[in-house]
């Protein structure tokens, strides 16, 4: 069955520090991989997605993700955390063929705190 | 230009009613998606309306649960009978023609509270 795994509910990071935020996927066939942000009180908002090519895909807000075909994985990452970057990111896959393609499967959320 | 726009952006109501819920999606956005957040979890998929064709309603978690969309255009979520279990942010999503490719954009959502 497909699904997504966000390992940690939660990621302490400084800021200025690099901060990365764990995904991993469970879908047949070739994925298509996103990345969104949710601030408080908010929707939710697209930061990133990974369809095909090169293997670190960047997106909004300075942030990147690295897709690992080996390893299933599309971790988000930042060289430098900022304060306001604290928000709830959701890892979301969408299967890449078969009757569910029109299907998003999403994380249970990492909840980031960026600390000053 | 305009994004998702979700109506009403909250709503109280007693248990055993009726609650409808409105997401204007895009323009031009054929796809449209509903998914329920409870508090502090992920979403959970709702429905999904493509087009013309029939809406993938696969997620939708008892009869009480039915969408309806008006071309590709304004979508309405109705919960009949609410339960206090049905509290939780319901979350419209719109993409352009439902490639696979397309990322969804999200509206601000509706918090439902049944008493």
């Known amino acids: 069955a497909q699904s997504v795994a966000q390992p940690e509910d939660q990621v302490n990071v400084a800021e200025g520090n690099p901060l990365t935020v764990k995904c991993t996927y469970s879908?047949?066939?070739?994925?298509?991989l996103f990345w969104y942000v949710q601030y408080p009180n908010r929707g939710l908002q697209f930061l990133l997605k990974y369809i095909t090519g090169d293997n670190l895909v960047k997106g909004s807000y300075g942030f990147e993700a690295e897709f690992n075909k080996s390893q299933t994985s599309f971790h988000l990452k930042k060289p430098s955390a900022l304060v306001s970057d604290s928000a709830l990111y959701f890892c979301a896959v969408r299967d890449g063929k078969g009757n569910n393609f029109n299907k998003f499967y999403f994380g249970s959320g990492t909840k980031l705190n960026v600390k000053p | 230009g305009a994004g998702v726009s979700q109506s009403p952006s909250n709503k109280v109501t007693e248990k055993g009613k009726d609650v409808e819920l409105r997401c204007d999606p895009i323009?031009?956005?054929?796809?449209l998606y509903w998914y329920r957040q409870r508090l502090g979890q992920g979403l959970e998929f709702l429905i999904y309306f493509q087009g013309n064709s029939a809406p993938d309603k696969s997620g939708l978690p008892s009869d009480r649960f039915s969408a309806e969309r008006t071309g590709e255009s304004v979508s309405t979520l109705t919960i009949q009978r609410t339960q206090q279990e049905d509290s939780a942010v319901y979350l419209c999503a719109s993409s352009y023609s439902g490639s696979q490719y397309n990322e969804q954009f999200f509206g601000p959502g509706t918090r439902l509270t049944v008493l």
């Open positions: 323009s031009g956005h054929t796809a």
């Open positions: 879908v047949p066939g070739n994925p298509y």
